[in-house]
């Protein structure tokens, strides 16, 4: 039995609940059957409860009427299963250098991902086909260079086969694609999954682009942990990349995002996939909890208080 006092505290945190269900309402409206690109990656997926998690919230999505279209990533896994298999990495300006061995465990380790994926998702019961950029000529590519230098089989996408995601999202499927795509000459490439997830947006016209991450979002100060910004626009994003404060690993992510929305895409986020239900508090309340990257003309939902 409840005291006064606990039925208080008790009826308090019920209110607070219907408070946020409210607060996400004008968003469902606004977005409803818009297409949101999710890129899932990071230290999340090697847990399996942060995957499950994760997902859970994904196909949330798609229950109040998104139409999510995956991305994922593996780079943390494939890089485990060759340390098991003791085969030898070599790295070129900070990226590895894929060989026909590395591309073959790479494309192994994305596939049994991206089955275990749709596994979550057909176990809520909302229907998920696993795809690899490979099938129907989804993600087309040519050979990435870096810095001018060959790193092997890495892919740039050059073009995105939309009608078979968008045929399946018609059909109501929850598409899980794996970025692994092919050349003119049907030679497999490996992506990264950032770019593969911005290209898949820019070309399928996506509301939305949300990267998770292993970082909250973009910081003011790296070593503030309180200093996430929560709104940006392009032009702020450029600003900060001309003073240096965005840089290192978050600098190609920026690109990315500034790209997408210099070709459509409304808004990008770029949230922690660590934490839990990351993506709904990003999406569904007016503060958000990671990084919203959007154009320079549009209205920002949060405004600091002065």
Same mark, same amino acid.
């Given at each position: 039995?409840?005291?006064?006092?606990?039925?208080?505290?008790?009826m308090e945190k019920w209110i607070e609940k219907g408070d946020v269900l409210i607060e996400a309402l004008?968003?469902?409206?606004?977005?409803?059957?818009?297409?949101?690109?999710?890129?899932?990656?990071?230290?999340?997926?090697?847990?399996?409860?942060?995957?499950?998690? $994760?997902? #859970?919230? &994904?196909?949330?999505?798609? !229950?109040?009427?998104?139409?999510?279209? @995956? %991305?994922?990533?593996? +780079?943390?896994?494939?890089?485990?299963?060759?340390?098991?298999?003791?085969?030898?990495?070599?790295?070129?300006?900070?990226?590895?250098?894929?060989?026909?061995?590395?591309?073959?465990?790479?494309?192994?380790?994305?596939?049994?991902?991206?089955?275990?994926?749709?596994?979550?998702?057909?176990?809520?019961?909302?229907?998920?086909?696993?795809?690899?950029?490979?099938?129907?000529?989804?993600?087309?590519?040519?050979?990435?260079?870096?810095?001018?230098?060959?790193?092997?089989?890495?892919?740039?996408?050059?073009? $995105?086969? #939309?009608? &078979?995601?968008?045929?399946? !999202?018609?059909?109501?499927?929850?598409? @899980? %694609?794996?970025?692994? +795509?092919?050349?003119?000459?049907?030679?497999?490439?490996?992506?990264?999954?950032?770019?593969?997830?911005?290209?898949?947006?820019?070309?399928?016209?996506?509301?939305?682009?949300?990267?998770?991450?292993?970082?909250?979002?973009?910081?003011?100060?790296?070593?503030?942990?309180?200093?996430?910004?929560?709104?940006?626009?392009?032009k702020e994003a450029q600003e900060l990349i001309d003073k240096g404060i965005i840089a290192g690993g978050?600098?190609?992510?920026?690109?990315?995002?500034?790209?997408?929305?210099?070709?459509?895409v409304s808004r990008v986020h770029i949230l922690d996939g660590r934490i839990p239900h990351s993506i709904?508090?990003?999406?569904?309340?007016?503060?958000?909890?990671?990084?919203?990257?959007?154009?320079?003309?549009?209205?920002?939902?949060?405004?600091?208080?002065?």
């Amino acid at each position: 039995m409840l005291m006064k006092g606990q039925k208080n505290l008790h009826m308090e945190k019920w209110i607070e609940k219907g408070d946020v269900l409210i607060e996400a309402l004008p968003y469902i409206q606004r977005f409803n059957r818009k297409i949101i690109v999710v890129k899932y990656g990071g230290s999340a997926m090697l847990d399996e409860d942060f995957m499950e998690s $994760v997902i #859970t919230d &994904i196909t949330l999505l798609k !229950l109040v009427g998104f139409k999510p279209i @995956i %991305v994922h990533g593996g +780079g943390k896994a494939i890089s485990r299963h060759i340390d098991r298999l003791g085969m030898k990495t070599q790295f070129i300006n900070g990226l590895r250098v894929t060989d026909e061995e590395t591309l073959d465990a790479a494309e192994m380790v994305l596939n049994s991902v991206n089955k275990k994926l749709v596994q979550i998702v057909e176990k809520l019961g909302v229907r998920a086909i696993g795809i690899s950029g490979k099938d129907g000529k989804l993600l087309k590519v040519k050979k990435k260079l870096s810095e001018g230098e060959d790193i092997g089989y890495v892919g740039e996408v050059t073009e $995105v086969n #939309t009608s &078979i995601l968008e045929d399946l !999202l018609e059909k109501d499927f929850l598409p @899980i %694609v794996c970025p692994i +795509g092919l050349d003119e000459d049907f030679h497999g490439y490996n992506i990264n999954a950032d770019d593969a997830a911005s290209a898949i947006a820019q070309a399928i016209k996506a509301e939305k682009l949300a990267f998770l991450t292993d970082t909250e979002g973009v910081y003011m100060d790296i070593n503030d942990t309180s200093s996430v910004i929560s709104e940006m626009t392009v032009k702020e994003a450029q600003e900060l990349i001309d003073k240096g404060i965005i840089a290192g690993g978050m600098l190609p992510k920026i690109r990315n995002c500034m790209t997408a929305i210099e070709n459509g895409v409304s808004r990008v986020h770029i949230l922690d996939g660590r934490i839990p239900h990351s993506i709904l508090l990003e999406i569904f309340t007016n503060k958000g909890i990671g990084t919203a990257i959007l154009g320079d003309e549009q209205e920002k939902f949060y405004m600091e208080e002065k």
